[in-house]
T-cell receptor, first 115, second 113 residues
Framework: AQSVTQLGSHVSVSEGALVLLRCNYS??????LFWYVQYPNQGLQLLLK??????LVKGINGFEAEFKKSETSFHLTKPSAHMSDAAEYFC?????????????FGGGTRVLVKP | ETGVTQTPRHLVMGMTNKKSLKCEQH?????MYWYKQSAKKPLELMFV???????ENNSVPSRFSPECPNSSHLFLHLHTLQPEDSALYLC????????????FGPGTRLTVT
């Protein structure tokens, strides 16, 4: 069974500072990995995805993530936080052996941006 | 309308009521999903439909009954719910393959009284 662990349910950063959100996965096969963001009272929106191409993946809003097989990690970063980055972020792994696209989500990390 | 839409956005129902949640996707996808999002709990996959056929039921109680009449529409029929069923119910759709990302609707905030 696949699983995703997000270290830190809450992260507080200052505006302009580095944002680092940690994600570790467990999968019996090479995974497909996703980062989603959820703003208040909204559904989830895709930030970026890794599907076996380049290990450094660039996404929307200045975010990027690096797939490290040896560390089973897919951490999300943004060099300079903006107030609009305040949201909850979810890492997810895809079960390639399931019909369709079954995602297993981590518990989420809520980001607070301080002015 | 574009993307994935859900109605209603908010629903309050008593434990003896019957109600339905509706999801519609305008993206030409073949897979649709229901998720439950509760406070302090990870996002829980409830049901998966591929080409209108249910391919996943994640041990969901029978008081939740999904229906997928076509690839664009997904319903969640609710009856005799419990207060612990209060949550945000999210619908999503995707292409039929593991590399395809899921597109989410805004959710229905359900309160069971």
């Amino acid at each position: 069974a696949q699983s995703v662990t997000q270290l830190g349910s809450h992260v507080s950063v200052s505006e302009g500072a580095l944002v680092l959100l940690r994600c570790n996965y467990s999968s019996s096969v090479p995974p497909y990995l996703f980062w989603y963001v959820q703003y208040p009272n909204q559904g989830l929106q895709l930030l970026l995805k890794y599907t076996s191409a380049a290990t450094l993946v660039k996404g929307i809003n200045g975010f990027e993530a690096e797939f490290k097989k040896s560390e089973t990690s897919f951490h999300l970063t943004k060099p300079s936080a903006h107030m609009s980055d305040a949201a909850e972020y979810f890492c997810a792994v895809s079960d390639k052996q399931a019909a369709g696209n079954k995602l297993t989500f981590g518990g989420g990390t809520r980001v607070l941006v301080k002015p | 309308e574009t993307g994935v839409t859900q109605t209603p956005r908010h629903l309050v129902m008593g434990m003896t009521n019957k109600k339905s949640l509706k999801c519609e996707q305008h993206l030409g996808h073949n897979a649709m999903y229901w998720y439950k999002q509760s406070a302090k709990k990870p996002l829980e996959l409830m049901f998966v439909y591929n080409f209108k056929e249910q391919t996943e039921n994640n041990s969901v109680p029978s008081r939740f009954s999904p229906e997928c009449p076509n690839s664009s529409h997904l319903f969640l029929h609710l009856h005799t719910l419990q207060p612990e069923d209060s949550a945000l119910y999210l619908c999503a759709s995707s292409g039929a393959g593991a590399t395809y990302e899921q597109y989410f609707g805004p959710g229905t905030r359900l309160t069971v009284t």
